[in-house]
């Protein structure tokens, strides 16, 4: 079965617990279960949503939505499924983006041209091939 040194106060070990150990989920006081509920409902939403959904209710009792998870899950699931792992905030492509002109490229063409930084960010969100060039045309007369 499960390891017998998880700590139930961490999320992922709470997971494993959930999905892999009946008999120390039973002995989890109620506050365990409940101060996971959201990350918990938030998981299972992945490939439940209706139901997810319908669990997330203000008066709904948080361990007894854990509870109905672990019944629920444990009937498809005879260990931790994968698609509990997966990242959970999404990726930063704008962030990484592979840098065509100089810095001080942009602010040169803001100031001329009376833009704010904001307006080309959005310009490069919206219209990148065409901003891009525009940006990249400028740098060439801006090095003339």
């Not at 499960?2 to 700590?7: F, G, T």
């Not at 009937?75 to 999404?90: D, E, Q």
């Not at 492509?93 to 904001?118: H, M, N, P, Q």
Request: glycine share 0%; net charge positive; proline share 4%.
């Amino acid at each position: 079965m499960a390891k017998k040194n998880l700590d139930p106060t961490k999320l992922f070990d709470f997971i494993s617990i959930l999905f892999t150990d009946k008999k120390a989920f039973d002995k989890l006081k109620p506050y365990e279960k409940a101060r996971h509920f959201f990350m918990i409902n938030r998981f299972m939403s992945i490939t439940l949503p209706v139901q997810a959904n319908y669990l997330q209710h203000l008066k709904a009792n948080p361990a007894e939505v854990i509870n109905y998870w672990q019944e629920t899950m444990t009937r498809l699931y005879n260990r931790v499924p994968s698609w509990m792992y997966i990242k959970t905030k999404k990726a930063k492509e704008a962030a990484k983006k592979t840098k065509f002109v100089e810095d001080a490229t942009i602010k040169e063409y803001c100031e001329r041209l009376g833009y704010s930084r904001r307006q080309i960010n959005e310009a490069l969100e919206f219209f990148p091939e065409k901003m891009t060039e525009e940006l990249i045309q400028f740098e060439k007369l801006r090095k003339q």
